[in-house]
């Protein structure tokens, strides 16, 4: 088991750890939590013994393997399967002594040994691993040079994973993963066979691949058994009692003192007054919970724009000669949120840029509204701020006509204090660069926000109040995660991105990942037969009334739209000789609408069908 005893320790004068211990068992998997800052990855530093301890101890079993991935593997021309392969020391020295060995008994262990660690299915074990990270057969014959930095994070966890140490420490793995390698990693560490502690703001991976959750606050270490949400729960109720013995406790002191005040002076009641001065000093305070400062992210509300505000039909896009995605016949209103799934290199990223204007279509027609005002977040634009400057400098420069109380009160809104904003943004976590970008993206209040990856960085609660900000949100939203929570709270619809199309997924997310997983199963000789169909499933029949819902309300305010510029075109006056002009832009308008309104009871009577199949 790991044991941490009693450990302390400082960072500039600041203490992270005082007087902290837990107890790891053998073969737990466990997520390590707590806020930004709060000393998770210097506890990770101090096990593997890169940090000398203040105080205190830290005990592993002897010969017990530490890995993690420290940083990405180098880019040079060794293959990624054979790189993963390296990871195994032990093989790779056996392998190596084998070639030369002469001594027959010497060979036996050898061969023995090679044996008991399996080495013989290493290759495919490797593959494997590589595979369930997005790289297929072909790519893993490619240099690790061949690949940018993020791409060879993930050969780097591959070969950590494949190393199989007896004490695996990962911290936020999934930031460099896309949702299917996400997936993945979860059900692989649910089988891992050693010791895991994985540092995660992931909730999703927390419930389902962790048995324990390890909590640093205010500098101790409490182990709780159970997913995460379990652990919320008895944190919960902990909080609440000792909320309530702190109030009872200050009643009796108040009570206490009230006496003492009373009657110290009087001579008949002065030993009971001294005994209660006594009790007063003997009695060791219960101190309430704070309430950590709550998150925040406050979107500015667009005005509404008439839908669709993008259409494509028979669009397609990609690089040079190269067509990513093709025949791509897509509408998105101002209400709409759409998930894009598929796995990497698929297009999700070519369909945002197309989408935002940052790429040109090929051919095909795209029309967006005129008015039509898009955010952008992704991680590059985050490693692209000025670090030399603060956050209300960047401020500044794109709000130069504002005062001062009125940018740092756009950085409040994103959780971003006083103390953040005059910090030079090279000094802030990776959490507050992320709010900072986040706030650049949605500064001129766009009627379309596309986030690619924007939990990356983000603690729990940033992710739950970003989830909040998102469903108050006035605009449409088009998301590329791997957080299966942020997906499943803000998204309505599913869009996939695969084999260079785009086209509406029609299950949940629960199925998605159903499908990846199995996906990813070595298939069996016998082909099984096929299933009798079934009657479609409670949540599939509540997601298509709320499609008919949608549509429905979609064809009213179209329909509302419409009788208005009826009655606008019947106005006599307005074709009169010097306002032609104008009466020429409503028919315009009116012609438009007519087209969405057509357009939407097609929808809805389609949505109408589906609903009718599946409640059969």
Avoid at 334 to 355: C, E, F, M, P, Y
Avoid at 401 to 421: D, H, N, P, T, V
Avoid at 462 to 485: C, F, K, P, W
Avoid at 553 to 566: A, N
Wanted: aromatic residues 6%.
């Amino acid at each position: 088991m790991l044991k941490i005893s009693d450990i302390s320790y400082n960072v500039e004068g600041r203490p992270l750890f005082e007087g902290a211990s837990a107890t790891i068992p053998t073969g737990h998997k466990v997520g390590l939590i707590g806020r930004n800052g709060a000393g998770k990855t210097t506890l990770f530093r101090l096990i593997r013994g890169e940090l000398s301890l203040e105080g205190g101890s830290i005990t592993l079993p002897d010969r017990a393997k530490i890995g993690g991935v420290a940083q990405e593997v180098p880019s040079n021309n060794v293959s990624l399967i054979d790189t993963v392969l390296a990871a195994d020391t032990e093989r790779a020295a056996l392998l190596a002594e084998a070639e030369t060995a002469s001594d027959p008994a010497r060979i036996a262990d050898i061969q023995t040994r090679l044996s008991d660690i399996d080495a013989w299915s290493a290759e495919a074990r490797a593959g494997a691993i590589l595979r369930g990270l997005g790289f297929d057969h072909a790519d893993q014959q490619k240099p690790c040079s061949a690949y940018s930095g993020g791409w060879r994070m993930r050969v780097a966890l591959a070969a950590v994973l494949f190393s199989q140490p007896d004490y695996l420490l990962l911290d936020e793995p999934t930031n460099y993963l896309d949702l299917e390698g996400a997936l993945w990693l979860e059900n692989y560490l649910v089988k891992y066979p050693h010791t895991v502690l994985i540092i995660s703001h992931d909730r999703a991976l927390l419930n389902r691949s962790v048995n324990a959750i390890l909590h640093l606050d205010e500098r101790r270490l409490t182990f709780y058994t159970g997913p995460y949400d379990q652990f919320v729960k008895q944190r919960s109720a902990q909080r609440a009692v000792q909320a309530a013995a702190a109030k009872k406790q200050e009643a009796q002191r108040a009570h206490l003192q009230s006496f003492v005040d009373r009657f110290k002076a009087k001579a008949s009641k002065a030993k009971q007054a001294q005994s209660r001065v006594k009790m007063l000093e003997k009695m060791t305070p219960i101190i309430a919970p704070e309430d950590a400062a709550r998150v925040v992210f406050t979107f500015p509300t667009p005005e509404e724009l008439s839908p669709p505000i993008i259409a494509t039909e028979g669009a397609s896009v990609g690089y040079g000669e190269t067509i990513v995605l093709k025949n791509l016949n897509l509408r998105i209103d101002q209400d709409d949120r759409i998930a894009l799934l598929g796995k990497n290199g698929q297009g999700k990223s070519t369909l945002a840029k197309l989408l935002s204007g940052r790429l040109e279509k090929k051919d095909g027609q795209m029309v967006t509204s005129s008015k039509l005002r898009i955010g952008f977040f992704a991680q590059h634009q985050v490693d692209e701020l000025y670090v030399d400057e603060t956050p209300i400098q960047h401020l500044t420069r794109l709000r130069s006509g504002e005062g001062q109380a009125k940018i740092r009160a756009r950085l409040a809104s994103f959780g971003l204090g006083a103390a953040q904003a005059d910090t030079e943004v090279g000094r802030l976590s990776g959490g507050q660069k992320a709010r900072l970008s986040l706030l650049l993206a949605t500064l001129d209040a766009p009627h379309l926000l596309i986030l690619d990856e924007p939990t990356n960085h983000l603690d729990i609660e940033s992710r739950e109040a970003l989830v909040e900000a998102l469903t108050a949100y006035r605009g449409a939203v088009i998301l590329v995660s791997h957080d299966m929570h942020l997906l499943s709270l803000v998204a309505d619809r599913l869009w996939l991105v695969k084999d260079g199309a785009v086209t509406p997924f029609e299950d949940d997310l629960d199925a998605y990942r159903r499908l990846l997983l199995a996906s990813d199963k070595p298939s069996g000789k016998e082909k099984p037969k096929p299933a009798a169909p079934k009657r479609a499933s409670r949540d599939v029949i509540l997601a298509l009334r709320a499609e008919v819902r949608k549509c429905e309300e979609r064809v009213t305010k179209l329909s509302e739209m419409s009788e208005k510029l009826q009655a606008k075109l019947a106005d006599p006056m307005l074709y009169e000789n010097e306002r032609l002009g104008e009466m020429e832009v409503w028919q315009k308008k009116y012609g438009e609408v007519r087209d969405a309104q057509d357009r939407a009871e097609a929808l809805w009577m389609t949505a109408l069908e589906k609903l009718e199949t599946a409640e059969k």
